[in-house]
């Protein structure tokens, strides 16, 4: 298997914010944060943090405009699963040669999580078990593609980048599939398009649902919740009363 050097989201930020020439100016820029977790200090959940094992290894396609914002949920899978996660940077025209090494490894059965289009070959989450397991890929290493960004920049991603045509796309039902029944996501940070979209952190758990990894899938799911509460009091300056 590809041997990856470790791209955590700390050092890229740093590298990002190094190359710009205006100082960045993200909601409650003015806030003393805390560098690790990026909430205000006040509020800092990095005690909250607890390493889940995993699986199947998950790669992180993030958006530039995403390693600068507070409120990305990412960075939150490479948190609680630091042994499983690997971060790339997005870029249209000039990709990085380790991610597409990563993505050409021929020891790994990636899956983009992303609903596909109906000319593109589809995991349902529902057998996606069964069928790789019938295919002479079962031995190698499941790897999960996660599209970091907005809905939008997601889509432009997702159709922009040739280098991703040929992986099959994973559904998750019902996490990312319209359904009236369903209640809107969790993400309090951000406003969703539709109410089933789900933000990066929440899709990341559900597909780790669906393939039986329970442990991994219900700890990104926690720290999630943990992240959001914390990071709503902080906006309205106010204490939460119960750690979990």
């Not at 040929?166 to 309090?188: D, V």
């Amino acid at each position: 298997m590809t041997h990856l050097p470790t791209y955590t989201f700390a050092k890229l930020r740093q590298q990002q914010l190094d190359k710009i020439t205006k100082p960045f100016r993200a909601r409650g820029h003015k806030l003393k944060r805390c560098q690790q977790c990026l909430l205000a200090a006040s509020h800092c959940i990095c005690d909250q943090i607890k390493i889940s094992p995993c699986t199947i290894d998950i790669m992180i396609l993030m958006h530039p405009k995403e390693l600068l914002k507070p409120t990305n949920s990412g960075r939150l899978i490479a948190d609680i699963l630091p042994h499983s996660s690997h971060i790339f940077l997005w870029s249209r025209t000039e990709p990085e040669p380790a991610l597409l090494n990563f993505i050409k490894d021929k020891s790994r059965q990636c899956l983009l999580v992303f609903p596909a289009d109906s000319d593109r070959e589809i995991y349902r989450s529902i057998n996606v078990d069964t069928r790789l397991n019938k295919q002479p890929s079962s031995n190698k290493k499941l790897t999960l593609i996660m599209l970091d960004g907005t809905w939008k920049q997601a889509r432009k991603m997702y159709n922009k980048s040739c280098w991703l045509e040929h992986i099959p796309c994973l559904s998750i039902e019902p996490p990312l599939a319209p359904n009236p029944m369903q209640k809107p996501n969790n993400y309090g940070l951000r406003q969703a398009s539709a109410p089933h979209l789900s933000s990066t952190c929440e899709a990341a758990a559900a597909a780790l649902d669906s393939l039986g990894e329970i442990e991994a899938s219900q700890a990104l799911n926690q720290y999630f919740q943990v992240f959001n509460r914390y990071y709503l009091a902080s906006r309205a300056n106010t204490l939460v009363a119960c750690r979990t």
